[in-house]
């Protein structure tokens, strides 16, 4: 059974740093594409950052870019995304997505995910 499991959201102030973890079980990582989107309220689901699993080539939205950094522990079988210098534009349910055989220019769009974690949430306060 594939599942997601994305942890590590919460409150922070502006400026500060959080990390979420998103842990697979039911199949490894390899040869997947993972990525982070996020939905705030009102808002479309949005592509934050993908890594590669297969060549480890990292992605970012310019929105994120210098800020977020995505990498993944493949012993873990976890992805991870560090997210510094937080704004309050950032708070969302973010969630993390994984699958095979995505078209690099799809890697941003969530209809290419057939996995999805259950989200969680990051609130920053200015």
């Known amino acids: 059974d594939v599942q997601l499991q994305a942890s590590g959201g919460g409150l922070v102030q502006t400026g500060g740093s959080l990390r979420l973890s998103c842990a697979a079980s039911?199949?490894?990582?390899?040869?997947?594409?993972v990525g982070w989107f996020r939905q705030a309220p009102g808002k479309e689901r949005e592509g934050v950052s993908c890594?590669?699993?297969?060549?480890?080539?990292?992605y970012y939205s310019d929105s994120v870019k210098g800020r977020f950094t995505i990498s993944s522990d493949n012993a873990a079988n976890t992805v991870y995304l560090q997210m510094n210098s937080l704004k309050p534009e950032d708070t969302a349910v973010y969630y993390c997505?994984?699958?095979?055989?995505?078209?690099?220019?799809?890697?941003?769009?969530?209809?290419?995910?057939?996995?999805w974690g259950q989200g969680t949430l990051v609130t920053v306060s200015s």
């Open positions: 997505a994984a699958d095979q055989q995505i078209i690099v220019s799809s890697y941003f769009r969530p209809d290419s995910y057939d996995y």
């Open positions: 039911g199949f490894t990582f390899d040869d997947y594409v």
């Open positions: 890594i590669s699993s297969s060549d480890g080539i990292t």
